[in-house]
């Protein structure tokens, strides 16, 4: 079961996260859920393998936004950084930046146990 304490143990900033949802820990509860929902049904790793660059930072940009609003600090670094680089379409190691995002996402699911 999801927890705040579970969240903060994860690294998420709970109290930035807690604040964007009025203090509501119910509903923040929630959005974290579905933003894990999200990142385990996202396309990312396929748009990247096709080297469908565009699609990627489409995907990338949706999920910076989520995380970051919930203050999911761990998995929000990686993804701000994969965001950032496919804007500037900037040449690179993409794919290690997406193993983190992977590893950092099997961390959050986990949390739901």
Do not use: W
Not at 30 to 52: F, P, Q, T, Y
Not at 57 to 83: D, Q, R, Y
């Amino acid at each position: 079961m999801l927890t705040i304490e579970k969240l903060a143990e994860y690294g998420a900033d709970v109290e930035k996260g807690l604040s964007r949802c009025a203090n509501n820990e119910a509903l923040y509860l929630r959005l974290v859920g579905l933003c894990i929902g999200e990142l385990s049904s996202c396309a990312l790793g396929d748009a990247l393998k096709n080297r469908d660059l565009d699609k990627a930072f489409e995907i990338a940009h949706k999920l910076k936004g989520g995380v970051s609003n919930l203050a999911l600090t761990p998995i929000a670094i990686p993804i701000c950084e994969l965001t950032e680089r496919l804007r500037n379409q900037s040449p690179g190691d993409h794919e290690s930046l997406y193993n983190e995002i992977v590893k950092e996402r099997a961390a959050l699911s986990a949390l739901l146990a």
